[in-house]
């Protein structure tokens, strides 16, 4: 779990500019104590009361240096310089030694922990996508990072400097009335205990409103997504009342538990104050007419606790703030904290650059390869495989039976239990994963696009190709034949998730895009089981421009679509049961002459 100390990391690459600015402001602050000293000691010199020592000593000092004579003109000019040097000439210099660092700090902080977000999101193991949902995780850095943002000012600039100021007037008073300055000390103590005490309740409520929040920012991030399945089942009603049941929930918590503690925090809290304000008042009362002090010091006193105490809802406001916020801070940096996965890659643009690109003949060996998402409970057991260079292998199997999770294992999504997969001979383990992974590519069942233009997508994985080698990648993969009907050719924009484009468009353009990275494997992970016959057909065409250009693993459940592999291999709960070609596998009585029956018939591989 993290703590506040933890919260303070955020800022840590800033600490030395964070103290100097908070510094000035803390300064800046302390001198505004110095306008109703000058004040109070002002109207002991129109009434003929002398000054304190401090005030006299710096007339005197004064007096020297000019050569004029102490006389009430004097000190009256003295105060009045003093003021101004306050008031009038500190006002130009506080916004450029406060306020400017103030935002600089965390606008800098945003940009540069934003980018450590993003950072994280491209290097988190692919289960953790598994648990949690675009949205929920957006939601949360997005909150984080604005909390953060935000409340830096807050502290920095306002509740840091004011607590100084504070603890400026505790010292005056007590230098003037030291029982006083007790009273105010002692009263503070009371409320700021009572004060951070109540806070810790609500800020308990508040992580559990952040959770809900997030509950129900995730659910609308899949109500968008999938927004045609909602319309297509008609539960557009029962989305509307699951979502005003958080929304009611979430208004409970937030009236009933967080709203009404913080309310009733401040109503005691401001009677405390003003008893505590009239106390000052009436002992201040006393000790001036008791003699004690001077009807200045009496003045200042009691200006300075008004002060004082009239920070104490700036200051509570700014603490119950921070309390609201504390949550989101709190679940930002547990996210920063999720360990990466084992196949994080190094993000550094000069480390990807210094390194030379690898060049494999495509030569693939499983051997003994076991894995389990839980070790008890493996997928894979003791596979053993030989592809040779260029060539075109085909896995096939009812769902479940491991021919995805081999895929994982090969692009080193996850790292095997036991076993090896060896590229030209090497342990892909001993490689360099980015520069490893530039040398595969994949064509998924549905096929990820970005919204920008059809370009930009087909380019996504080779930025410095050129036009001629776009065409080259978009004929091959059959891309020319629709790429003239849209209405700005390559450069149409394809819409959120590709929705302009039809389904085999899509897989088309995932094939070319696939193409344009020139990988030594090229994989389609069953990339015509969810497309009609016409789409299916302008697949396999494309398809077969590319067997034995390089080494091609196809996952398919259609087995038309892999009768002119060099071999199929098929896979039964995790292992290897058969291996030969289409033709060469038919006449066996095995588990692929029951699937190709299965689908002659009609029936499903599931």
């Keep these: 779990m993290a703590s506040f100390r933890d919260i303070l990391k955020y800022y840590s690459h800033y600490w030395k500019i964070s103290v100097l600015s908070i510094g000035a402001s803390s300064l800046l602050a302390l001198a505004d104590l110095l306008a109703p000293y000058a004040i109070g000691q002002t109207l002991n010199v129109l009434s003929g009361k002398p000054t304190d020592n401090v005030t006299q000593k710096l007339i005197s000092a004064i007096a020297s240096v000019t050569q004029q004579p102490v006389n009430q003109t004097l000190s009256l000019a003295v105060l009045l310089g003093l003021i101004f040097v306050v008031s009038v000439v500190k006002s130009p210099i506080e916004p450029w030694v406060g306020n400017w660092f103030h935002w600089v700090i965390p606008l800098t902080a945003r940009r540069d922990q934003m980018r450590n977000a993003i950072g994280k999101i491209l290097t988190l193991p692919l289960e953790f996508y598994d648990e949690n949902n675009a949205g929920r995780i957006s939601s949360r850095i997005a909150k984080g990072v604005a909390n953060y943002t935000w409340t830096y000012p807050e502290i920095a600039g306002e509740f840091i400097p004011e607590v100084v100021r504070l603890i400026g007037i505790f010292a005056v008073i007590w230098l003037m009335e030291w029982r006083i300055g007790l009273l105010i000390l002692l009263s503070f103590l009371l409320i700021l205990g009572f004060t951070l005490k109540g806070l810790q309740e609500v800020t308990k409520r508040e992580e559990i409103l952040d959770e809900y929040i997030e509950d129900t920012e995730s659910r609308n991030s899949e109500i968008i997504t999938n927004i045609k399945t909602v319309k297509a089942f008609a539960t557009e009603t029962e989305e509307l009342k699951r979502q005003t049941t958080r929304l009611d929930r979430e208004l409970k918590v937030v009236i009933h538990r967080i709203h009404k503690g913080y309310v009733t925090l401040g109503t005691y809290q401001q009677t405390f104050v003003q008893l505590c304000l009239f106390s000052v008042l009436g002992f201040s009362l006393a000790a001036t007419v008791g003699g004690k002090i001077s009807i200045g010091y009496f003045v200042t006193i009691y ?25 989101s801070m709190i679940r930002f940096h547990e996210f920063m904290e999720t360990s990466e996965g084992v196949d994080a890659i190094n993000l550094a643009e000069n480390a990807r650059a210094a390194q030379p690109p690898y060049k494999f003949t495509g030569k693939v060996e499983l051997s003994g390869l076991t894995f389990g998402y839980d070790s008890e409970k493996p997928v894979l057991q003791d596979v053993n495989l030989l592809i040779h260079p260029r060539q075109t292998i085909a896995l096939v199997g009812r769902s479940g039976s491991g021919k995805s999770t081999l895929v994982k294992l090969l692009f080193r999504y996850f790292e095997p239990n036991s076993g090896r997969i060896l590229i030209d001979g090497e342990d892909i383990r001993s490689l360099d994963v980015t520069r490893y992974r530039q ?31 776009v065409e080259d990648a978009c004929r091959i993969a059959k891309v020319d034949d629709f790429v003239q009907l849209l209405p700005h050719g390559y450069y149409t924009v394809v819409g959120e998730r590709g929705m302009r484009l039809s389904g085999g468009q899509r897989q088309r353009l995932g094939i070319a895009r696939a ?24 697949i396999q065409i494309a398809m077969r421009n590319i067997l034995g250009t390089r080494t091609t693993i196809i996952i398919a459940h259609r087995l038309s679509t892999i009768r002119e592999a060099d071999a199929i291999v098929v896979l039964d709960r995790g292992r290897i049961v058969e291996v030969g070609s289409h033709n060469e596998l038919l006449k066996q009585q095995g588990v692929y002459r029951r699937l190709h029956s299965l689908q002659e018939t009609g029936q499903l591989l599931d």
Excluded: C, K, W
């Design 515 to 538: 193409l344009l990275v020139e990988p030594d494997v090229l994989i389609f992970d069953e990339a015509t089981s969810s497309l009609d016959y016409e789409s299916e057909r302008s």
């Design 439 to 469: 040398r595969l590519a994949i064509v998924h069942q549905e096929v990820d696009v970005f919204n920008g233009t059809l370009l930009e997508n087909l380019t996504y994985g080779n930025r410095s190709a050129t036009f001629e080698q």
């Design 303 to 327: 200006t300075l606790a008004s002060m004082a105490y009239s920070q104490l809802r700036p200051i509570s406001i700014i603490a119950e703030v921070f309390a609201r916020r504390y949550a």
